[in-house]
């Protein structure tokens, strides 16, 4: 690899908002005053609307800017606006986000369908709807799961405002097996243990990495934990980013059926397989005992805050009733756009683009790492989705080098919040390839080796520097 200067990686959507910082710093943008508008910026940086959207979207989180709907982005008016400067920076190098990359979120397309479900569903939008969602769409949704060998008719779906509120859900409403502990991966998804700890819940523990899961582990659990329902992520594992084999999920479905246990099994990255061959736990439930969510959130757009839930007849009365205690439906609009999104074939379309992507980027931090001279006690090479998982020996102060990098403008996620104990040293970190390219994925990994070269860490390859690629 050859040493990667800022301007390599300094990507058309920082350089815009470098240029909106000047002009405040100079006085040319003044405070409650109107940016150019997107289409103009557009044109003056020869760039796509996509990318001004970008910058814009950095600049709001920088709290420099504030979108007015169908007016335009202005000048936050801040107290401390005399001091605002070019020392506050963008993210140079971000491979701590979990959010989809702006740029490839299909803002127009699906702004046509949210004008299309306006008409189409202005009588609802007066109205609450039914809660368990818009037939329209569990039909099309059951539909598309039978392209993954799940079969279950529309009243088995039930759709939730992102696949958060079905976790939150399950997490607090009581089960036909009569337990009441909750089995969770370690590491796993953060906000799952936050949860768990504001509803209350006892959640134990069983160990996930490179190699899956230890099913003898997982069975003496089922067997003496008292277990509600155990939460996994088979595949594109967040944060580690490894997969269950097939004997794994089809043994994790016969241990539910003779325990007496449910799985909540969430393949929220399942649109982004590009092979097309991976079996989810669900398509193995022949005991009905395996409930299925998925989000579009990461697929498609955040905002939109939508996902579903596939759920056992068991569970459909109890799902309900603490669904429409806390609101009732969710979007009819956002539903109603998002059925004519999926049935015209944009999402297909899109999700396409999107896999070609993502996987490519993977591949190449892969590669990157790998040829990188970094030394790790566990990293799988994931063939997909957005996280890979580094760890480090104990002798490293991973938060040293996390606040190193960041100094630098580079991001990485220490995982100390993605196990139930804090108290125990984790030295991991994950890598996301949401929001960086391949010049990016050079330059910071690069970054990263050098750091670990200058606090004297032992990881590395020592008979040479970081090789040229």
Same mark, same amino acid.
């Given at each position: 690899m050859s040493n990667t200067s800022d301007k390599t990686y300094k990507v058309k959507y920082m350089e815009l908002v470098d240029y909106v910082l000047k002009r405040i710093e100079d006085g040319i943008y003044k405070p409650? $005053? $109107?940016?150019?508008? &997107?289409?103009? +910026?557009?044109?003056?940086?020869?760039?796509? !609307?996509?990318?001004?959207?970008?910058?814009?979207?950095?600049?709001?989180?920088?709290?420099?800017?504030?979108?007015?709907?169908? *007016?335009?982005?202005? %000048?936050?008016?801040?107290?401390?606006k005399n001091?605002?400067?070019? /020392?506050?920076?963008?993210?140079?190098? /971000?491979?701590?986000?979990?959010?989809?990359? +702006?740029?490839?979120?299909?803002?127009?397309?699906?702004?046509?369908?949210? @004008?299309?479900?306006?008409? #189409?569903?202005?009588?609802?939008?007066f109205s609450y709807s039914e809660t368990q969602g818009l037939h329209i769409l569990r039909k099309l949704i059951a539909k598309q799961l039978m392209e993954s060998q799940i079969f279950k008719a529309p009243e088995d779906i039930f759709i939730t405002s992102g696949s958060q509120q079905a976790l939150f859900i399950l997490a607090a409403m009581s089960f036909p097996n009569g337990k009441s502990n909750i089995l969770i991966e370690q590491p796993v998804y953060s906000s799952l243990i936050r949860i768990l700890e504001l509803n209350g819940i006892k959640a134990l523990g069983i160990t996930r990495n490179e190699k899956g899961i230890d099913l003898y582990e997982l069975e003496r659990n089922f067997c003496t934990g008292n277990i509600k329902f155990f939460y996994t992520i088979p595949r594109f594992h967040n944060p580690t980013g490894t997969e269950l084999?097939?004997?794994? !999920?089809k043994e994790i479905s016969e241990l539910a059926a003779k325990y007496n246990v449910y799985i909540v099994e969430d393949d929220y990255l399942a649109d982004l397989d590009s092979t097309g061959k991976y079996n989810a736990i669900k398509s193995y439930d022949y005991s009905d005992m395996v409930i299925y969510i998925k989000s579009f959130s990461k697929?498609?757009?955040?905002?939109?805050?939508?996902?579903?839930?596939? #759920?056992? !007849?068991?569970?459909?009365?109890?799902?309900?009733?603490?669904?429409?205690? &806390?609101?009732?439906?969710?979007?009819?609009?956002?539903?109603?756009?998002?059925? %004519?999104?999926?049935?015209?074939?944009?999402?297909?379309?899109?999700?396409? @683009?999107?896999? $070609?992507?993502?996987?490519?980027?993977?591949?190449? #931090? @892969? !590669? %990157?790492?790998?040829? *990188?001279?970094?030394?790790?006690?566990?990293?799988? $090479?994931?063939?997909?989705?957005?996280?890979?998982? +580094?760890?480090f020996n104990e002798n490293l102060d991973i938060d040293r080098l996390a606040h190193r990098l960041s100094e630098k403008g580079i991001y990485i996620r220490v995982l100390t919040p993605y196990y139930l104990s804090h108290s125990v040293k984790h030295n991991q970190v994950r890598l996301s390839i949401c929001r960086v390219n391949e010049a990016m994925i050079d330059a910071g990994i690069e970054a990263i080796y050098s750091e670990l070269k200058a606090i004297g860490h032992n990881n590395l390859n020592k008979t040479k520097d970081y090789p040229d690629i």
């Open positions: 409650g $005053k $109107k940016l150019p508008s &997107i289409r103009e +910026l557009s044109q003056s940086f020869n760039c796509s !609307k996509a990318t001004v959207i970008r910058a814009f979207s950095e600049l709001e989180t920088m709290h420099i800017v504030f979108a007015v709907p169908q *007016s335009g982005y202005f %000048i936050v008016d801040n107290p401390y001091k605002i400067s070019l /020392d506050i920076k963008p993210t140079l190098i /971000d491979f701590s986000s979990a959010a989809p990359d +702006l740029e490839l979120l299909p803002y127009k397309d699906f702004q046509h369908c949210m @004008n299309q479900a306006i008409d #189409l569903y202005k009588d609802a939008l084999t097939e004997e794994q !999920k697929t498609l757009l955040p905002g939109l805050r939508l996902g579903y839930a596939v #759920l056992p !007849k068991l569970l459909h009365s109890l799902f309900i009733d603490y669904k429409r205690s &806390i609101d009732i439906n969710s979007s009819i609009l956002s539903q109603g756009a998002l059925e %004519i999104y999926l049935k015209s074939r944009m999402y297909e379309k899109h999700i396409g @683009n999107a896999k $070609k992507i993502y996987t490519r980027r993977m591949n190449y #931090l @892969n !590669k %990157i790492v790998e040829r *990188s001279g970094i030394e790790v006690k566990q990293s799988a $090479k994931p063939r997909g989705g957005f996280f890979r998982l +580094l760890e």
